[in-house]
């Protein structure tokens, strides 16, 4: 038996074992274990179909060999050595695909988002690109048909945004979008610049995977609660309700705050959740970091200070630097054209894990 059948085999083996696992009722009653086993059902179903598609391919070869040998039919020989080539030029394309199947997948990836974006160097032109680059992903979620909500947004000095966050509630959002956590880089003319000088500015973007509450169990006792009045634009209300919310985490200091909402209550519901994610994703990187040691990931894992990519305006093309990946399509791309780069950057973290995982 070759590995990539006896790795398929174990695999088969494990599907058998969590379809009886899911069925028990002391699992059923426990839904954090519950929930998990029947997402692990699900992507395991996929693998035990190739497995038995797989298996039928290499027994098929062996039994068609077994025939060449015996056959003493000049007929039937050439009839069973056409049948052997036929299945031994799918067998290579399908161990391939197998290959890919078996890269590791990240847990988080099949989750819906909530994306950071704030202004760094730069001043008033580091605030219009946090807008430039809201727009441009708002116009990917549209073409990729998925819902977003505003949850948090703080205004620039004159104009665009010092901060804006947005939840993105579409499954495997994450998993598209994490490749973007990182420093963003601008070169353009400002609209203030008179001279005609090419200045630098830089926003950061932090993608987080929104936890659940049977992934990270979040204390209300260990947290705080403020009311304030919301600022900005949203209405007279703004101004005459306590419906912002601020929750701090107490043992951790870290903060969220949602003030987009018209309701209190939905603030605090939309604020909790957000917390909760920061907070997970914490826990995340220190388990990522623990097992990363041994290798480097593209992805980085919270160092967001890392420069990921810029947008040069005078050249209009798009230059990511963890694959050197340059695109000339500047006006495409602000306009949520943006698949082209992700697609570039999961084959790049795929072929990097095939290499190190030795699939």
Known sequence: MNDLLQKLEAIHYRFIEVGTLIVDPDIIADMKRYVRLNKEYKELETLDNVYKEYKDLTENIENTRAL??????????????????ELETRRPVMEEEIKMMLIPKDPEDEKCAIMELRAGTGGDEACIFVADCFRMYTMFFKIMGWSYEVTNSNDGGTTGYKEITMNIDAPAAYGVLKFESGVHRVQRVPETESQGRVHTSAITVAVLPEAEEVDFELKMSDVRRDTYRASGAGGQHVNKTESAIRLTH???????ECQDGRSQHKNLEKATSMLRSRLYQIELEKLQSARSEHRKSLVSTGDRSAKIRTYNYPQGRITDHRINKTLYKLDA????????MIDALKMAEN???????QV
């Open 68 to 85: 060449l040998k015996e056959e003493e039919d000049p007929e039937m020989r050439e009839m069973a050595k056409g049948e052997v080539d």
């Open 250 to 256: 107490i043992p951790t200091g870290v903060v969220a």
């Open 333 to 340: 791309f602000m306009n949520g054209d943006i698949q082209e």
């Open 351 to 357: 072929a990097e894990k095939l290499k190190n995982e």
